[in-house]
């Protein structure tokens, strides 16, 4: 097809291009100026050290995300040792006096997940490679806390992952240098089977509408197994769409089958719509062999409260953590009390568990640095393991040094039939102790993964 | 392709002087110009981008990280690609991120089953995402115009749904995939439980840096980004080639009038498709080296938005030129790894020598248009490029010389009419 002259002078300009051009990379691999050697990935130099606060700042997340870097401005201003101290005061652990971490001034850079792992891993590699963050925390969605976590391990920087309710994250993609403190749905399935029990009865019929993607699929297996465990019987289960927004023919097969409970495996968007559809669709008045009909969300959050409105009213659901808890269960729950305190006071409304859970990994992480006398990823990781703590809102909490997992009490609330403001829109029905909600590190819903070793980057 | 390619040579001859002139790399004088700087451009991108000291307040703005390089390069890639089928037939497909994602998806299986060879990898992503390209491809091009948009926008978004869910055993749904110490690699060896697999090219790391300081300045030199730039270097001169090709010269005619095409006895078909094939193996291309530099993939790299992105590239630096859709690539880039990370407390320390009310009111100004409003920041420029640069930068770029060289030639314009004047003289 192409007619192709080969000339002497051609042949000769195109051989010295090519060669110039091969040679060109050459100059670079040779290179002699090596950097100073640190031991590990970004040590900091100087007078201050970076963190990175990776949270979705557009998406469907943005709202967790907008109030997740509250909580990390509330903590690095803690740290620094500017406002009253917050949970400073009440962590069992007293390495932290409001210096900064080890003396060095604590700084932030921000970025924007958009909820994709793509974005998120971009965003997380330019704190890292141009910003030098010693550690990346953040994150409102499984997806993005995997692809974070991973990238943290081959990077050499801690991860503390922030709103993550997969098993996944510390079952079958669990990495040595990524830590959780939020629950998982194991956990939200252990907590909520012996409640729905005492409220609902051990004879009940259920059927699933779970979202169709990995954070889904967990869930609705978590919830499955701990419900049948004590006599439920599963009826069905539906995957819909993520991108669903009217869930009306899902709802509809639901009134035609003899299931008298509907477990709705949905978060954010999904969950508000679901939810909203099926009292639409009247199943809260709905009786099925005289028993009345009742509708389940694993995964509360308070923003999805707001969304979903008065519709919420009566449904149960699991939380990580709730601002009114050492108010009505007392002592045992304290550093609540003076976290929405400090929140309150700078933002002028309660924070949501979103916001709890980012705080209180940057100070496990502060305080982890602290103890271990060094900001090396190993020396964190060591000092993180099997740490046992208290006064963080949560009651006595373990890192777990199996999968790097918090285990501690599991929040189980109801929607409030007559809330008094947007920002008090549940009750909490119980707390389930942390016994209840563990689980052997190689248990079948977290198998297939291995922490690996803890990497240092250098 | 028998008789067509026949009636292509005659079209073409008239015009021989793009491969008989015998120049280097059989590229004109101002073709091999371009090429050269583009590999100037590239090869000194860790310090061009850099030009603030690392300590600097200005430092926010230094794009010369190995990450953002990287991306730079690699979605320049994959605006060449776009561009082949955008710029010289006049489709416009709205589902391109499809064989991206597909090549990515490909190049971490041959990672994981393979090799850690980034090489097989590549070459992986490249043959899936064309056989891929080639039913979507072979499809869509029943239509043309919207109808074809159309359709490649359901393709990639059916991709993208298929991808998040139903495969997710082959994809790994919403978490992605990524590479395992305990993957099943045929070549190279074992790996230790604990270690952590790193895509390699014989034995080099992806993201092996070498950091070079001069004074205040620190330069990344990353072998990841070295080798995506070799890439991106002959990804440009194949562009370069077809557009001056005869082949692209009847894909210019596509796009100038198809149904003249017809009518000469022509089926624009074959070139179309061939056109499209080649420009999704571009896509996979750049897929391949997103998960050579980055070893993993998420379904969010299919959606809609991403194939829309790869447009506004090709737009925003000039569609059908050569060397726009990697400006264009550039400038989205930056903006969305760059001006997305100026948070208020930034933008409070840049204003931090006015007085207090005058702070607060120049922060509450610019704070929508920076940090998570990023988006907006863009679309206002894509808008004003649209509006006064059709051409899109590339133009820009040329009225600018323009008006640097108004002593020794006159405009664009004037210049056919000289090149007419001319001809008709001969």
Known sequence: MTKTNFTRRGALKTGAATGAGLALPTIFTGAAWSEAHTGFTNAPQGSTVTLGFNVPQSGPYADEGADELRAFQLAVEHLNGDGDGGMLQTFSSQALDGTGIMGKRVEF???????????????????????????????????????????????????????THSNDTTGKDKKANGFRHFFNSYMSGAALAPILAAQYGTDRKAYHLTADYNWGYTTEEAIRSSTEAMGWETVNTVLTPLTQTDFSSYIAPVLQSDADVLVLNHYGGNMVNSLTNAVQFGLRQREVGGKQFEIVVPLYSELMARGAGENIAGILGSQNWDWKLENQLGDRYSGTNAFVQSFGQKYGFPPSQAAHTCYVQTLLYADAVTRAGSFNPCAVVEALEGFEFDGLGNGPTLYRADDHQCFKDVVVVRGKENPENEFDLVEIVEVTPVDQVTYPPDHPQFAGGSLGECNTGA | M???????????????????????????????????????????????????????????????????????????????????????????????????????????????????????????????????????????????????????LAFAMMSYALAYSVLTPITGGETGLQLRASDPRIFGGELMPGMTPRATLFGMQMQDSTDLRFGAWTFTLNTGYYIAGIVLLVAFYLSIRIFRSPFGMMLRAVKSNQNRLNYTGLSPKPYTLAAFVISGMYAGLAGGLLVAMDTQVGAERMFWTASGEVVLMTILGGAGTLIGPILGAGFIKYFENIVSTINKSTLESWFAFMPDGLQDAFVAVIYPFVGKGWHLTLGLLFMLVVIFLPGGLVQGGSKLATVFRRDRKGGGVEDDAAAQRQAREE
């Not at chain 1, 909820?115 to 550690?135: Q, V, Y």
């Not at chain 2, 026949?6 to 001859?13: C, D, E, F, W």
């Not at chain 2, 600097?56 to 690699?74: C, W």
């Not at chain 2, 990672?111 to 043959?127: E, G, H, R």
């Open chain 1, 109 to 163: 850079v921000t970025g924007d997940t958009q909820t994709k792992s793509d974005a998120a891993r971009a965003s997380a590699r330019s704190m890292i490679e141009k910003d030098g963050a010693i550690m990346v925390s953040g994150g409102s969605s499984s997806g993005v806390a995997v692809a974070v976590q991973a990238l943290c391990q081959e990077a050499g920087v801690i991860f503390m992952a922030g709103l």
């Open chain 2, 2 to 152: 028998t008789d067509q390619t026949q009636q292509t040579a005659t079209v073409t001859q008239p015009r021989p002087r793009t491969r008989s002139s015998g120049g280097i790399l059989g590229l004109t004088k101002k073709d091999f110009g371009l090429l050269v700087l583009v590999a100037i451009l590239t090869i000194f991108a860790p310090v061009i981008l850099n030009p603030f000291p690392a300590g600097s307040a200005m430092a926010q703005f230094n794009a010369g990280y190995p990450d953002l390089m990287q991306r730079f390069v690699i979605f320049g890639i994959f605006a060449i690609g776009f561009n082949i089928l955008f710029g010289l037939t006049g489709y416009l497909s709205f589902g391109h991120a499809a064989f991206l994602g597909v090549g990515s998806y490909a190049g971490i299986w041959s990672m994981k089953l393979l090799t850690l060879n980034v090489i097989p990898a590549i070459l992986v992503s490249v043959i899936v995402a064309g056989l891929f390209s080639l039913i979507v491809g072979f499809i869509s091009l029943r239509r043309s115009g919207i109808y074809f948009s159309i359709l490649t």
